[in-house]
């Protein structure tokens, strides 16, 4: 699998630099709307209806990014300014981004 390598913060987005020295930049707003979580992404009950949180109301700060950390090796989660840090990101989801 192809895994990030090193992150750069960029004034509006994230690049990734992956192991293959491939490259995906990503913009904070993108970032933070794709929001993994089960909150940002819905839940689905048994019966399969989709709950989706009522959206947050996202200040500027939802956009800003606090720190971020790996996760195992297959992912990173994102600390976002608004104290939002639920979403898991897999390298899988950010590849997917290209
Ligand atoms: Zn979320």
């Known amino acids: 699998m192809n895994k990030i390598k090193k992150i750069d913060i960029m004034p509006s987005g ?11 930049f990503v913009e904070f707003k993108k970032l933070r709307d794709i929001c993994p979580c089960a909150y940002c992404a819905g839940e ?3 019966f399969g ?6 959206g947050i109301k996202k200040s500027k700060l939802a956009y800003e990014i606090n720190k971020i950390e790996l996760v195992g ?4 989660q994102i600390f976002w300014k608004d104290n939002h840090s639920s979403g898991i990101y897999t390298f899988k989801l950010l590849k997917s981004l290209n």
């Not at 994230?14 to 995906?24: H, I, P």
């Not at 209806?49 to 009522?54: C, L, S």
């Not at 090796?73 to 990173?76: F, P």
């Open 14 to 24: 994230l690049v990734f630099l992956w192991e293959d020295k491939s490259d995906t």
């Open 44 to 46: 689905t009950d048994v």
């Open 49 to 54: 209806n989709v709950y989706i949180g009522d």
């Open 73 to 76: 090796h297959y992912a990173i």
